[in-house]
Each structure stands twice: as C-alpha cells, then as structure tokens.
C-alpha cells in the first residue's frame, strides 16, 4: 500500500528531511523480544483520474516492525469544552486502553499526547523520558498547530472555523482539561509530551511507523504539532484508527443537519483521500471494531468468511464506497487467519439491523452459530450473496469438528433456496454466464435502476432450482448456449416474517458490474424495507 507522501511534500516545497544524527541504536525496552510484524488492514480512497474529483475506495495490507513503531494518543483529555464529547472520550477509553496494553505487548512505543496538560506531568518520568530525547532538525513545519493548506488540501467537510458542540443547548467554550483521562494506563515505557518532542524521540528510537488515535478528528488529530500533517510531512508512515477518534460538530452549522456520527466519517474520508491510510482497532484486538451506542444509523454486519472469490477485498470496499454515504452503519467480521471456523466479534449481531452473509463450507464455534441463530430467529432481515447457500456446511454432510456447529438447512430455511452446485466458470473460450431481470419483476424495488437485457458476469451459474414456495424469483440466468435457466436473485419471507435478499452473484468481476453493485445496493435496502437509493 502506497504512503501518500507526494501531495504533502508539494505543499509545502519540503526540503532536506533530517540533519544527520549521531549514531544512536533504538533502545525501545519493549522490543528486545518483539514478537511478529504488526499486520494492518488499511483503507484509503484514490481518485479516479486526475482532477476527476471521484475516489474510490482501496484496501490494501501492510506489516509493520512493532520496535520501529509509535503508537500517538492525541488530546485524550479527561473533560472536553463539549459534555458530547466528553462522554464519548469516556466511552471510547476502555477499547482504546485495551488497544494500547496490546501494542505495548507486541514492542510498539506508547506516546500520550494529552496537549496543555504538560505541567501535570512535570515530574512524571515518562515526560522526563520525552524531554530527554535529543533536538534534530525537521521540514519547516513544526509550528504549534499545522493548518489546513490552502489550494492543496480542499476544506473539510463541514464548518470547521471555531471549537464546534452539538449538544443542546450548545455548552460554553472553555479549557476545563487538567490531565489525560485516567481510564488510559500510562505505563513505565511510554513517553508524554505535547510537542514536536514526539518526533525526537522517534527519530532516537528509530521509529518510522506511526498510527495515530485520539480526538479530535478534524481538529488536533490534524492539526497538532505530532499529528498528521506534521507527521506526513516529516516522512514517516501514519495510519489513523478510524475508529478510535471522534469528531466536533454542529448539527446547525453547514451542511445543516449532518449527523454527528457521519460527520466524523467524512472527516475520516478527507483523512483517507488527502493524508493517510486509516486501520481498525481489530488489528490489535480482533473482534469488533468500536463504535458509539448513541449512532442511530441502521447497523449493517457483513460477515466473511470464504477464500475462493475474494470477498474479504470487495465487500467491505463495496460497503465503504456504496453504504457509508448513504446512512448506513458498517461492522466488518471477518474469519480468524488462525481458524478460519472461528467468526470473532459476533457480539456485534446483538445491535445489527441487518446481517449479509459471504461465508462458505465453515463450521463456527457452537455458541457462535447459536448467535446467528438467534438472530434469524428474532426476524431481523438477511443479506446473502454467492456462497452464502452453502455457509455453515462441510461437504458430503461432513459432521463438523468437536465444539463447533453445522446448519446444512440455512440454505432452504432462510435463504428460500436449493443449491446443489454449479456449472463450469466462464473464462478464455468458456461460455459465458448471462442474467436477466424476470419476466414481470421490472417494477420489484430491489430491481430499480437495474438494466434490461442480458448482462454478462463473472460467477458461474448455481444450480438453485426450485426456490422455496415464500421466494420470489427476481433475476434469472443461464449458460451461453444452454436455454434451461436458473434463479440468480431473489427475495424471501421467512416464516417469522423476516425478510432475505440473496443474490448467487458475487464473483470478484461482478463487483465491477455498476448492475451488480446496483442489485445488491438494492437489495440491502430492501431488507431494511428502506427504498432504493437514488
């Protein structure tokens, strides 16, 4: 994955990076016995063409040397000007200590950079460490606050010209902040200070690698004197931990009406399009990534689990770029590496709205089945695409491993369908797979904005025939050359009433299709018995 250094070095005609420094091991304590490469999971958005002004989202990996990496808490302040903000700080504390406890473990440097509190920790040694750290010369950006630049990166997202609230009524200005919340251990290792000391003490350690958590998104974590237009600047590597920040805002000034939840996305969108990549907290922790109770979006859980069609890399690129914006919560479960049976973070089904399943021939861990389960059974919508039909099913009726569970039946008793297997793929000199819209379906929401005709893909065609008597077939589809069709998209009541779009589409090629994209789009709404986008 690329580091977006090439804007930030035109603007601000940087010139020569470090003066040379004496020669200096990195003494890091942590890292005598660093254990493996932090694996990072970042997104960030390209644009399309030059000048086009249209990103798109990419996702991409990285290993970082935990012994060459920093781990930046910004402005984690035990009370913010903003009683919305405070609670939020407070919320997001517990999940944001645990993320430093295990980057601590793993050999990465903890610098606590809670700014204008400095005489608080006067005799800390931890401050003591930060002070100690060698001066060496940096690019000419190292003034307290690194401002928005004019003409090379746009404005942000929303109003942004004075300390914002959104509470009501709005609270009044002020520094009430004395310390950075206790809720964060500040360990015998790590470093404080609220300057460019941060970079010293990274140059003497060696470190090159930063990620970056804390508040506030478009203001300190920006803007601050160790934060990400000095960091980007200087050349090293930086991540935000998109969801271990927050943003301020007011919902009255412009855009008027912009939730608050969805503000801080947009700040975290400018961040991917004109800084830096950005990770999750569930590359430390696994599990679920963090998110605020009080967001009112619709909660979509996508969970993923399948290594023939790549839907680890499309589906979230697919919720990012075609969900985010259209007020739609986003939680990602992938399969633990480690145990591909293994879903950590199903807690998160206890708050989803909808659950879309690309997950094939996996057997979870019984409780985790029991999760799904449950969730079904309540008469919450499901989402499926491709191998969904056969989820949670070993071949041959294979009985699953001790501990862990099989539901064979999820395919007819939520999905409404009947896959048996499937026809050769298209490829070089193989027929090629075509769908249609049923006759009669045309005006079916989940088909809106949709194209008539034939419409080549990617997949091969499921054999699914026949769709349970409560399924109604909206695409059909058929081999080049072979007339017999086969549903290829359909909705679903289940028994509870609980509604099912499921789509035997999903090939890495169809991600592509704007039908494909489109359909599924569609589809989601649908379930939420929400209409389709424009």
């Not at 940087?14 to 932090?38: K, R, W, Y």
């Not at 939020?88 to 809670?114: D, K, Q, S």
């Not at 001066?135 to 690194?146: D, I, S």
Request: hydrophobic share 40%; charged share 20%.
């Amino acid at each position: 994955m690329k580091h977006r250094t090439l804007p930030i070095a035109a603007l601000f005609s940087l010139v020569q990076f470090f003066v040379p420094l004496p020669s200096v091991a990195p003494v890091h304590p942590a890292t005598a016995n660093a254990a493996e490469p932090l694996r990072l999971h970042l997104r960030s958005r390209d644009e399309t063409a030059a000048g086009s002004g249209q990103f798109q989202v990419v996702a991409g990996e990285a290993e970082w040397d935990p012994a060459r990496t920093a781990i930046v808490v910004c402005d984690m302040w035990d009370q913010h000007w903003c009683r919305g903000a405070t609670e939020r700080v407070v919320e997001m504390a517990p999940r944001m200590n645990e993320v430093l406890n295990e980057a601590r473990r793993r050999g990465a440097l903890i610098i606590h950079c809670p700014s204008g509190t400095m005489d608080f920790y006067e005799d800390a040694p931890q401050r003591k460490l930060a002070r100690q750290a060698p001066p060496v010369k940096l690019k000419p950006l190292t003034g307290g606050w690194c401002p928005l630049a004019d003409g090379k990166e746009p404005a942000l997202p929303f109003d942004n010209a004075r300390d914002r609230c959104d509470c009501t009524p709005q609270c009044p200005h002020g520094h009430p902040w004395r310390r950075q919340i206790d809720t964060l251990e500040i360990a015998a290792d790590d470093a404080i200070t609220d300057s460019a000391e941060a970079l010293y003490l990274m140059r003497q350690r060696g470190i090159d690698h930063v990620i970056l958590l804390g508040v506030h998104a478009n203001m300190c974590v920006l803007g601050r004197p160790f934060a990400i237009r000095q960091l980007c600047a200087q050349g090293l590597s930086v991540v935000l931990m998109r969801d271990m920040t927050d943003s301020v805002h007011d919902s009255g000034s412009p855009p008027e009406g912009l939730d608050h939840f969805r503000a801080t996305e947009q700040v975290i969108e400018h961040i991917e399009k004109y800084w830096c990549p950005t990770v999750t907290s569930q590359d430390f922790l696994g599990g679920a990534a963090f998110s605020f109770r009080e967001d009112p979006r619709p909660h979509v859980v996508l969970l993923i689990g399948e290594d023939e069609y790549q839907t680890d890399r499309t589906l979230p690129a697919f919720a990012d770029a075609e969900l985010a914006d259209r007020g739609l919560r986003l939680t990602v479960i992938h399969a633990n590496p480690r145990d591909l049976n293994d879903f950590p973070g199903l807690e998160s089904l206890d708050s989803a709205d909808v659950l879309l399943v690309s997950v094939r021939r996996r057997t979870p861990p019984a409780d985790q089945l029991a999760r799904i389960r449950a969730f079904v059974k309540s008469g919450k919508p499901v989402v499926g695409i491709r191998t969904a039909s056969h989820a949670f099913s070993l071949r041959n009726d294979q009985p699953p491993p001790p501990g862990h569970a099989a539901w064979p039946e999820f395919d007819a008793q939520v999905l409404g369908g009947h896959y048996v297997g499937h026809h050769d793929a298209p490829g070089a000199g193989a027929p090629r797979t075509l769908v249609w819209i049923a006759p009669k379906e045309q005006d079916h929401p989940v088909l809106r904005h949709v194209p008539s005709g034939e419409i080549a893909v990617g997949s091969s065609l499921y054999k699914t025939s026949p769709l349970s008597s409560s399924a109604t077939a909206l695409m059909l589809g058929r081999v080049e050359g072979i007339e017999q069709a086969e549903p290829v998209a359909w909705t679903n009541t289940r028994a509870n009433g609980g509604r099912v779009f499921y789509t035997s589409l999903g090939h890495i090629d169809d991600f592509a299709l704007p039908a494909f994209r489109r359909l599924l789009l569609n589809g989601i709404f649908w379930a939420l018995e929400k209409p389709a986008p424009e």
